[in-house]
C-alpha cells in the first residue's frame, strides 16, 4: 500500500508563516512521501529479483531512512501546527511536562535552546515508552540520532527550509512564531504512557 501524502492547506495563514514559505514547505514534504513509495516499490522489485546482495539493495536500505523519517517527521510538524490555545498546564502533558522538567518554563526554555543550537535538523519533545519520561532531543539527520523506544509528542522542524523564506538568519523569532502556533491538543493527542488523569 501506498503513502499518500497529507493535505496541509488548512495551515495556509497562519500567524507568522508566509503562504509562501508553507507551499514550498508542502511541496518538500510531498516529496519525501513520493521518494518513500519510490524506495519501497524498488526494494520490493529487487527482493524479488533476488538482487538483495548487490550495494544497490544497501544504499537503498539506508535511503528508506531518510526518505520516511523526513516524511513522518514533517507530518508531526504539520499536525502540531495551527493552534491558538496555550497548554493547559493542569491536563495530562502539562502536568508530566511540570513533573520531568520541573515547571512548563524550565521546559520551555531548554526546547528553544534545543531549537537555537547550531546547525539544521530537529527540536523534539520524546516520551520514553519504559520510563515514561519527557526528553528534549536535537535530531541532526532524518535517519540518525532517534532515540530507540521513544514516541515523537511536539516536533519542530529547524531546517533552513522551515524558516529562511521569512525569517532569514533569525531563528529565535521562527522559534516564537511556532510556538504561538502549537496546537496543544494535537500533542496531547500523542501516544503518551503512564499519564494519570489530572486531579478532579
Partial sequence: MAYTAKDYSKLIGLPGFSETLLKKHFT????????????LDTLAQMLKDGKTATPEFAE???????????MRLHEHYFDNLGGKEALNQGGKLGKKISEDFGSYEAWEKDFKAVGTMRGIGWAVLYQDKVSGKLINFWINE??????A???????MDVFEHAYMIDYGLKRADYIEAF????????????????????DP
Fill in 60 to 70: 537503498l536500505k539506508r535511503r528508506l531512512g531518510w526518505e520516511f523519517n523526513g
Fill in 28 to 39: 518538500l514534504y510531498q516529496g519525501y512521501v513520493t521518494n518513500t513509495n519510490k524506495v
Fill in 142 to 147: 532524518h535517519d540518525a540520532g532517534h532515540p
Fill in 149 to 155: 523506544g521513544c514516541d515523537p509528542i511536539l516536533v
Fill in 179 to 198: 510556538f504561538k502556533n502549537i496546537d496543544w491538543k494535537a500533542a496531547e493527542k500523542q501516544e503518551v504512557k503512564n499519564l494519570k488523569d489530572p
